[in-house]
């Protein structure tokens, strides 16, 4: 293990060149971007053993990687926004198949309008996909969880894709320290290559092919069950990871609890924001306000228990950096859902790349012990908001 | 003498038990086609009339590795299939086998980003000009004047050239070929598998139910089309243009069959009116006209 300062995208290719990915298909574009530059200098300079496939579309991405992976070998994606919607087919298509596939998602708005910047829509649009579903809050976990999801991913009592989410530019493009392991330490964690299907023509079998409706259902099932059964198997590998790779982090548990023991407030976050959380969390405690964080790295599978065990008895504030429209956040949907009798309140904000840091979020919480029900939209400046204009009579 | 040919013919891959219609051509090409392919290929098949053939899963009567997979994802999943492969020291041939909806239409960049990268696979297309498993709608492969269920008075416009834009990406081997003439495509096919590259084929396959004719029929109307030189049966390589015996006559126009003839063996041309079928022939002139041009070696794609 060596320290390096690199960014997120830099920390996640390396992930890639330690796990021995074999195929990677991209659609080179993006904020995830420069994951592939760099992988791509890497195999130029002969320190790669994948191959590129630099396809013309985020579907064809998918495709590609996907059908790597099922003639056998690791594969792994990448991309953001409009590319992850313009591949949500095969982003099901490859959780249908049971076929292990691991990709990093950079997330960042959807259009329209154009905006490049941060938030977690793109992401939170897959969750009914079939797909493990982790969210990094630094580049050190987003290339923890890189090389933890090929491990959890080709468990045999999972063998579903799992994606990883990070932050667009506050992650991807921001230097920091992360601890990189050997090539020997990430060998001694990740096995070689399983899975029940593979297209090989000593064994011919089809994948894909038409299926009756109750064994269609059966599939179904089978797919939710493996989710479920992921959770175990997410810790197990966690603690292994923590043994034989990089000896630091939090991974014995889905989620992470911060100062939680003894707050009556919660607040619950995923992503980057979340260490804004702590730290604002760590002030508001200093002025006698009795607050903690939870954190979510998982949002598929649902760490239901974990959730409970928590925030059951607190107050609770959940930040969303997305947004379903006529319900609310997602997140915050999650929650009220695991917490039927417990108060509940969701703020939205962050939105298209709106700056939310460690003043904005104690002003959330501030305004949450004041008024703590419903959904709000938090704006940090006035005047944020965009009226429609008035409509006309077309001739 | 035996020349070994029952032997030959014995050796395809395809399974009995299929859902295919009676009398259906893409029944006939898989038959041809597995047989000239051998043992290592794993097939890529897009939706379409052959998602269905196969039968219902877990079961299969391609006796082949296959992933069946989404509307315009075929080409892209072949050349990841043909890049683990390698990766596995594995001589396999990725092929991907979509019907022409797939390729014209929906699979059209997907298909032009393989080829442009030059990927290593055989993409065969079986063309029945409409998207016949989902009740017979129009595709871009479906001629000018041809009744579909989504053009009931036949269409107004002419059918897509996919052969001429695959050549135009200059990849190893572009051919035509028609079930009729099972010898042709088995040999182009057995090229194609040799080949190191893309390698486009693309089959007319005539549908005894959207073009409507008997389904005992489907050899004979396939010939009759090459005959009128409707489809031609080519191959495009290093930059030289083979035509098979079988359609020379197409060269020159003063030989060339009305192509009435081929119209009149089925129901899908009923609605069209003289002006159609004159517009439909000149759709034939004129590609012959370039196919001419590229075969005297006066054009290169
Ligand atoms: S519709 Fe045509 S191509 Fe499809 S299965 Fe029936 S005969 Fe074959």
Known sequence: MIEKVISGNDAVALAVKLSRVKVTGIYPITPQTYIIESLSEMKDKGELETEIIRVESEHSAMAATFGAAASGVRAYTATASQGLLYMHEMVWWVAGSRIPVVMTVGTRAVGPPWNIWNEHTDFMSERDSGWIMAFASTPQEAMDLTIIAFRVTEDERVFLPMMVGMDGFILSHTKTRVYVPSQEEVDSFLPPRRQPYVLDPEDPLAMGNMFQPADYMRLRESIHRAQLASKEVIVEAGKQYMKKVVPIGSYSTLNESYRLEDAEYAVVTMGAWSLDAMQAVDELRNEGLKVGVYRVRFIRPWPEEEVVKALDGKRVLVLDRSVSFGRGGQLYTEVRASLPNAEVKGVITGLGGVSIGKNEIKTVIRKFVERPEGVEWFYPKEGEKVELRSPRYIK | ?301
């Not at chain 2, 998602?51 to 899963?57: D, E, L």
């Not at chain 2, 139910?209 to 008997?214: C, L, P, R």
């Open chain 2, 1 to 301: 003498m035996s020349l070994g040919v029952r032997d030959i013919l014995n050796k395809h891959r395809l399974l009995s038990g299929t859902s295919a219609c009676p009398g259906c051509p893409e029944n006939i090409a898989m038959r041809l086609i597995s047989t000239a392919l051998g043992e290592n290929a794993v097939f890529v098949v897009v939706a379409g009339c052959s998602s269905v053939i196969q039968g219902m899963g877990p079961n299969s009567a391609y006796n082949y590795p296959v992933l069946n997979i989404a509307f315009a994802a075929g080409p892209a999943a072949a050349s990841g299939i043909a890049a683990a492969m390698r990766s596995r020291g594995k001589d396999v041939k990725a092929v991907v086998w979509a019907g022409d909806g797939g390729t014209a239409d929906i699979g059209m960049a997907s298909l032009s980003g393989a080829a442009e990268r030059n990927e290593d696979i055989l993409y065969i297309c079986v063309d029945n000009e409409a998207y016949m498993n989902t009740g017979g709608q129009r595709s871009g492969s479906t001629p000018i004047g041809a009744s579909t269920t989504t053009t009931p008075m036949g269409k107004r416009h002419n059918k897509k050239n996919i052969p001429f834009i695959m050549m135009a990406h200059h990849v190893p081997y572009v051919a035509t070929a028609s079930v009729g003439y099972p010898h042709d495509l088995m040999e182009k096919v057995k090229k194609a598998k040799a080949i190191r590259g893309f390698s486009y084929v693309q089959v007319l396959c005539p549908d005894p139910y959207g073009w409507m004719f008997d389904p005992s029929k489907t050899a004979e109307v396939a010939k009759l089309a090459v005959q009128t030189c409707y489809w031609p049966l080519f191959e495009y390589e290093n930059g030289r243009l083979r035509i098979a015996d079988e359609c020379l006559h197409c060269l020159d126009k003063r030989t060339r069959k009305p192509v009435k003839e081929f119209l009149k063996v089925q129901g899908r041309f009923k609605h069209a009116d003289e002006e159609k079928v004159r517009e439909l022939q000149e759709y034939i002139d004129e590609m012959w006209d370039r196919l001419k041009l590229l075969y005297e070696e006066k054009l290169k794609f």
